[in-house]
T-cell receptor, first 111, second 113 residues
Framework: QKEVEQDPGPLSVPEGAIVSLNCTYSNSAFQYFMWYRQYSRKGPELLMYTYSSGNKEDGRFTAQVDKSSKYISLFIRDSQPSDSATYLCAMSANSGYALNFGKGTSLLVTP | DAGVTQSPTHLIKTRGQHVTLRCSPISGHKSVSWYQQVLGQGPQFIFQ???????GRGNFPDRFSARQFPNYSSELNVNALLLGDSALYLCASSLPSSTDTQYFGPGTRLTVL
């Protein structure tokens, strides 16, 4: 079993929909949680960074971490076609150390 | 400010050859990490360097090696290339602070024939 599980999708939604992306993990030592967005054949771009449990909001994006369930989520409100990309969750036990990534979820937002 | 830069962008090699990939971190960042991303998968950690010292190594064979230079740039070397080494190689840099995050470059796409 991989330490980080993420449904690869693809996930297709109409423009304006609320998107929910999720990851589960098995290593209880993970404390730092990130979401990256990756466009085709490009490097990952950091979207959200959260330490420990709780919620964090940035514009249309909200990240949630539930350490008791070992479950993290990313919500995208008012989704746009430009949000079409692969979304990668990543986590680590120690700040600045090796990141453990999920497989990524492919999202398509249709006009 | 310029982001993380990597060179070359694309590379085609044949089995058994050697390859060197280069990375320049964001100005002020002292830590560099290397990841391998095979098509359809998330990035896998290969190495991390901080202040020219190896700080971590992932589950990769000894054919993979890296180093960091005094200006904090880094090289990833892969010997005796295999077909399975075909991937996007990503470099990420970060500050050495307690809440640092890793910022990725565009990657080098390596194809082994």
């Amino acid at each position: 079993q991989k330490e980080v599980e993420q449904d690869p999708g693809p996930l297709s939604v109409p423009e304006g929909a609320i998107v929910s992306l999720n990851c589960t993990y098995s290593n209880s030592a993970f404390q730092y949680f990130m979401w990256y967005r990756q466009y085709s054949r490009k490097g990952p771009e950091l979207l959200m960074y959260t330490y420990s449990s709780g919620n964090k909001e940035d514009g249309r994006f909200t990240a949630q971490v539930d350490k008791s369930s070992k479950y993290i989520s990313l919500f995208i409100r008012d989704s746009q076609p430009s949000d079409s990309a692969t979304y990668l969750c990543a986590m680590s036990a120690n700040s600045g150390y090796a990141l453990n990534f999920g497989k990524g979820t492919s999202l398509l937002v249709t006009p | 400010d310029a982001g993380v830069t990597q060179s070359p962008t694309h590379l085609i090699k044949t089995r058994g050859q050697h390859v060197t990939l280069r990375c320049s971190p964001i100005s002020g960042h002292k830590s560099v990490s290397w990841y391998q991303q095979v098509l359809g998968q998330g990035p896998q950690f290969i190495f991390q360097y901080y202040e020219k010292e190896e700080r971590g190594r992932g589950n990769f064979p000894d054919r993979f090696s890296a180093r960091q230079f005094p200006n904090y740039s880094s090289e990833l070397n892969v010997n005796a290339l295999l077909l399975g080494d075909s991937a996007l190689y990503l470099c990420a840099s970060s500050l050495p602070s307690s809440t640092d995050t890793q910022y990725f470059g565009p990657g080098t796409r390596l194809t082994v024939l």
